[in-house]
């Protein structure tokens, strides 16, 4: 695919035979500066600019990001003034490239009245897609936190740049070595401060930004840490604190604790008061607030364990470096001792749990990449897959907010289907494989025509993201899971509500049918299990057992057994008669996120009638033999997340979705 430079273009992606772009009439660029095949958008600045993906073909194709700047400026005293800040800004950036922890610039540089930043590429998921996947922040964790990013702050702010706009969605956690990233230091931002200050351009997200920035246009390095403190309080409450400033102004830094649960209080040392720093970082008047970084890890660093300690010795090392620290032995004999223990300790923690006997091989499993199927197309992460009943369609939800319908034997996208606001997590297809169900971030359950692609209705009620949508066996009712603790239950043909389960006093994460349709499970972010009556919506009882939240749970094709998947790592099977947890199956090395039984009469032919399939955050997908509790064999991914499995009706494929490079593979399974 070909991607349209033009930042209004709606819809950018072209064939790679376009020589001009089919929605806008531009011409298509192939290498940008000769050099850069740019792939697809990641973001978008309303038209005033956009960063993409793109590959550096002087560098095998390697990934990096090209943020394009369009100053909508009259005349060319003005452009010129821009283009001569945005240099300015770039060397700026280029120096701060020399941090381990920010991107390192590339290039920068004008073509067609554009100017461009080349940045190295992160790959890892930002905090907003951690805590969206159900990652926990407890206090411990927002300490851990600051300690790693309040040495970035430290560096940046000595060389006199504020980089107003930190949140979230602005802070990616490497995949490589866990360590948090800096991002979005945006020339663009600050240009469009100083070419704009006519209209009242204010820098920075909402409800993340102090008073004196968004209402004055100024920023100090004290402005950075009070929008540290929102990105804090919004990791450990869920809480977006835009909600609140539009509720209440900013008076809702005055009584943020009130919105932290008890839960996330554990384990701190009473030596460290968190609370205390969080209320000077948040404090509306800059006089009372922190003003400097040092200031802050000075309040943290004296009551830590060496293992944060070492954490921050090493960032703080980096900062008066020239080049990237590589070489922590280099550091000092003290901080060798710390390495030492804490390598010992993260080793031993990191271990795999013990698995059962040796993975047995009854069957040939096609797992090598150049053989397994791969469909490409998504923008960004796909969150959910699923086959339809006669297992030729296969269709894919990602955070690019579209659905995909794929021809499962010739690997082709047959169509793409648009109409979600945001991320979407959840798609299901009817019995009769006419309808799809899906749901996401933008709190809407849709209803599409497969043969025509059109939307059917839109049903409305929940108040949080929908996590999970379910069709009944015979396809007519609509069960939807929501992070707004409820589970609704909806008339299909009419789209009316029929009623709303309430039990859970978290997240419900994860939902589905028993084979006769009279029962349904759900898994949620409260650690349980419950079983409802269709018919009536009464509950019929609780399963615990797991020690973290519930992501997924599947009914086995006899629907005798459900298996869930847990953050805790492990897949547990419960036997629905004797309400005992039969067995616990044990082998990934981190949370699992979905299960999918193979179909009864596809598993007796080619396994045995109970093979259950698991997908997990530690890359890979697994198979296994719930009767023995054995592992029989494990697909792996070369990176990313998997966050969904499906098996097709035959038995004869699998799939899964991730964040590996925004992928489908399909794996094949024959006698």
Not at 413 to 431: A, D, M, N
């Amino acid at each position: 695919m070909r991607c349209c430079l033009n930042p209004d273009c709606l819809s950018p992606q072209n064939p790679d035979s376009n020589k001009v772009c089919q929605s806008c009439n531009t011409p298509l660029i192939e290498l940008l500066r000769g050099r850069y095949r740019v792939i697809k958008v990641i973001s978008d600045e309303g038209g005033f600019g956009r960063t993409y993906l793109a590959e550096d073909v002087d560098k095998l194709n390697e990934w990096c990001v090209v943020k394009q700047f369009a100053p909508k400026v009259q005349g060319t005293a003005a452009l010129k003034k821009a283009v001569e800040l945005f240099k300015e800004e770039a060397k700026q950036l280029q120096k701060l490239g020399e941090h381990p922890q920010i991107p390192t610039l590339l290039a920068y540089f004008e073509q067609d009245n554009y100017l461009f930043l080349v940045q190295q590429y992160i790959d890892g998921q930002n905090l907003l897609q951690e805590l969206r996947r159900g990652v926990i922040y407890d206090e411990n964790k927002i300490i851990q936190l600051l300690l790693d990013l309040l040495p970035i702050l430290k560096f940046i702010h000595e060389r006199g740049v504020i980089h107003r706009d930190i949140k979230p969605q602005n802070i990616i956690r490497r995949q490589s070595d866990g360590r948090l990233v800096l991002i979005d230091f945006g020339s663009s931002k600050q240009l469009t401060a100083t070419v704009h200050t006519q209209i009242g351009t204010s820098i920075g997200s909402h409800g993340y930004t102090p008073m004196e920035q968004m209402q004055d246009g100024k920023a100090y390095p004290s402005s950075d840490l009070f929008s540290l403190g929102a990105t804090c309080f919004h990791l450990l409450t869920k809480i977006r604190p835009s909600q609140l400033l539009m509720q209440k102004g900013y008076s809702w830094v005055n009584s943020w604790q009130q919105y932290v649960n008890h839960n996330q209080r554990n384990g701190v040392s009473p030596n460290v008061d968190l609370d205390r720093v969080l209320n000077k970082l948040l404090t509306t008047d800059i006089k009372q607030r922190y003003q400097s970084a040092d200031e802050v890890i000075k309040d943290l660093t004296p009551q830590q364990t060496s293992a944060a300690l070492l954490h921050t010795i090493i960032s703080s090392s980096a900062t008066t470096q020239t080049a990237k620290v590589r070489n922590p032995w280099l550091i000092g004999a003290g901080v060798l001792l710390l390495l030492l223990g804490l390598i010992g300790y993260v080793y031993s923690r990191s271990q795999p749990a013990t698995r059962f006997s040796q993975p047995i091989k009854p069957i040939n499993i096609t797992d090598n990449p150049e053989q397994s199927n791969t469909l490409k197309g998504h923008a960004s992460d796909v969150n959910s897959v699923a086959f339809s009943p006669d297992g030729k369609t296969l269709a894919s939800g990602s955070d690019d907010k579209t659905i995909k319908l794929w021809n499962v034997e010739t690997k082709q996208e047959i169509r793409t289907l648009k109409g979600h606001l945001q991320w979407i997590w959840t798609v299901s297809f009817s019995p009769d494989g006419k309808t799809l169900a899906s749901g996401g971030a933008d709190r809407n359950i849709k209803l599409w025509n497969i043969s025509t692609g059109e939307e059917i209705r839109t049903l409305k009620g929940h108040k949080d993201g929908i996590a999970a949508v379910a069709f009944s066996p015979d396809g007519n009712t609509l069960a939807t899971a929501s992070l707004d603790n409820t589970i609704k239950l909806w008339n299909v043909s009419t789209g009316e509500l029929i009623r709303t389960l309430s039990g859970h006093n978290k997240a419900v994460s994860t939902i589905s049918f028993s084979p006769d349709g009279q029962t349904l499970a759900s898994g949620s972010w409260d650690n349980k299990i419950k079983l409802w009556n269709v018919a009536t919506g009464k509950e019929i009882r609780t399963f615990s057992g797991h020690t973290q939240l519930i992501l997924t749970v599947a009914f086995s094709p006899d629907g005798m057994t459900l298996a869930s998947g847990s953050k805790d790592k492990t897949i547990k099977l419960w036997n629905l008669v004797t309400r005992e947890n039969i067995i616990t199956l044990q082998g990934h090395t981190d949370k699992v996120n979905a299960v999918a039984y193979l179909p009864k009469i596809a598993a007796s032919k080619i396994l045995n009638n109970g093979s259950l399939v698991s997908g997990s955050n530690d890359n890979t997908v697994k198979l296994w033999d719930t009767k023995t509790g054995k592992e029989i064999r494990t697909f792996k991914r070369d990176s990313g997340y998997i966050y969904s499995v499906a098996t097709s009706p035959d038995g004869k494929n699998i799939a899964s979705g991730g964040s590996a490079d925004n992928i489908i593979k399909i794996w094949r399974l024959s006698d």
